[in-house]
C-alpha cells in the first residue's frame, strides 16, 4: 500500500504524536528522513489522501488517524523491550508468595497503570464459578464487622458487616464455625438457599441474636453473588490526557467508567494481546482498548488497559505479555 519512505514517516509521525500529543510538521522530519520539506509535504500529502493521516483544525501539522493507528500496529511496530525498573517493580509483585493468584493479577496491573498513565482493569470469574472455601470475620468496633470470604479459585471478597445492635464476638464466633461447617464447598449462587433452609434452622437454636446476625452474613453473601468481580485503577488518567480537555468528554468517559455493563462489555474470549481503536472497540470511539484472556490453574479472566488512541502500543503489548509469562505461580 505504502513505500519504504512512506512507511518510515508515518512510523516517525506516530511515535512522535504519541510522544508529544502535538501535530506534526513536515519541517521537522526533514532532518530525520534526509529529505525536503516540500519532499515530506508530497509525501505527506499522499499519507493524508490514502487516510493513514489527517489534518487538525489547530494547525497545519498532521496526526495519525484510526486507519493510521492500525497500519502501524499491523505492518511497522515492533515490541518495546522492558527496562529494568518496569521489570523490578512486577518481579516483587510475582515473587511476593504470600498473595493469592487473584491479588497478583490486580496489583500487576495496577503497577502497569502507574507505568503507562493508562487505566488497567481486570475481569475476574462471575461469582458462580467459585465455592466457598472459608469464611473468616475481623471485628471493626462493637457493630461492625469484615467478612473475608475465600473461595477455591484463590479469589478473597473483603465486606464490610453492620449489625443495628451490640453483638458479642462469642456470638460471631459462633456463627463463622457453623457457616464454615455448613457451606464450605457449597457454590457462590447456592449459598442464599443454603443460608436460608440449613443454616438459619441451625443458628436460632445457639445464637440468641440469630435473626440480625443471619440477616448481616445473607447480605453479605448476596452481595458477592451480585459482583461483577470488576477491578479497575487509574481512571483519572484517562481524563488527564490532552486528548480529553473537553468537559462533556470527560464526563462521558467517566460515566462509562461508572456503568458496570459497559465495562464487562470489555472481556476477552481471545488468549492473544488484541489491540482494539477507536470505533474497532465497544467502549468508546476516542480510545484505544488493549487487553488479552488469561487462563491460570482454572482462574480465568481478562485484563486490559484503556487509553488514548495516542497509545505506546510497543510498550503495553510488551507488559501485557511479561504479566502473561510471569504470573504462573
Not at 129 to 156: M, Q
Not at 204 to 233: L, S
Not at 235 to 261: C, G, L, Q, W
Request: with cysteine; glycine share 4%; proline share 2%.
Amino acid at each position: 500500500m505504502i513505500n519504504e519512505r512512506q512507511s518510515e514517516l508515518l512510523k516517525l509521525i506516530v511515535e512522535d504524536y504519541i510522544r508529544t500529543a502535538r501535530p506534526i510538521s513536515s519541517k521537522s522530519l526533514c532532518d530525520k528522513l534526509n529529505c525536503s520539506s516540500a519532499t515530506i509535504r508530497n509525501e505527506m500529502s499522499f499519507l493524508e489522501d490514502v487516510g493513514l493521516l489527517e489534518k487538525t483544525h489547530t494547525s497545519s501539522g498532521r496526526i495519525p488517524s484510526e486507519k493510521g493507528y492500525r497500519y502501524y500496529v499491523d505492518n511497522i511496530m515492533k515490541p518495546k523491550e522492558l527496562s529494568g525498573d518496569d521489570i523490578l517493580k512486577l518481579q516483587t509483585i510475582f515473587h511476593n508468595n504470600s498473595l493469592m493468584l487473584s491479588d497478583v493479577i490486580v496489583k500487576s496491573m495496577e503497577i502497569i497503570s502507574e507505568l503507562t498513565n493508562y487505566t488497567s482493569i481486570v475481569l475476574g470469574n462471575n461469582s458462580d464459578t467459585n465455592k466457598v472455601n472459608k469464611v473468616e470475620v475481623v471485628p471493626l468496633s462493637d457493630n461492625k464487622f469484615i467478612a473475608i470470604i475465600i473461595t477455591d479459585k484463590g479469589h478473597v471478597e473483603h465486606r464490610q458487616m453492620s449489625l443495628n445492635e451490640h453483638m458479642e464476638l462469642d456470638e460471631i464466633r459462633k456463627t463463622v464455625e457453623l457457616i464454615n461447617k455448613l457451606i464450605v464447598g457449597t457454590p457462590i449462587t447456592e449459598v442464599s438457599e443454603k443460608l436460608e433452609y440449613e443454616v438459619k434452622p441451625v443458628i436460632k437454636e445457639y445464637i440468641k441474636q440469630h435473626d440480625a446476625i443471619y440477616n448481616a452474613f445473607y447480605n453479605v453473601f448476596q452481595g458477592f453473588v451480585n459482583d461483577t468481580n470488576i477491578r479497575m485503577v487509574g481512571t483519572s488518567h484517562m481524563i488527564a490526557s490532552p486528548e480529553f480537555n473537553d468537559v462533556d468528554k470527560i464526563r462521558e468517559i467517566v460515566s462509562k467508567f461508572e456503568d458496570k455493563d459497559i465495562v464487562k462489555s470489555i472481556k476477552e474470549e481471545d488468549s492473544g494481546i488484541n489491540i482494539y481503536i477507536g470505533s474497532e472497540n465497544d467502549f468508546d470511539d476516542d480510545v484505544t482498548v488493549i487487553k488479552t484472556k488469561y487462563n491460570i490453574d482454572g482462574e480465568e479472566g481478562t485484563i486490559a488497559l484503556i487509553g488514548p488512541k495516542r497509545m505506546e502500543y510497543d510498550r503495553v503489548i510488551t507488559l501485557l505479555n511479561y504479566i502473561k509469562e510471569n504470573i504462573k505461580r
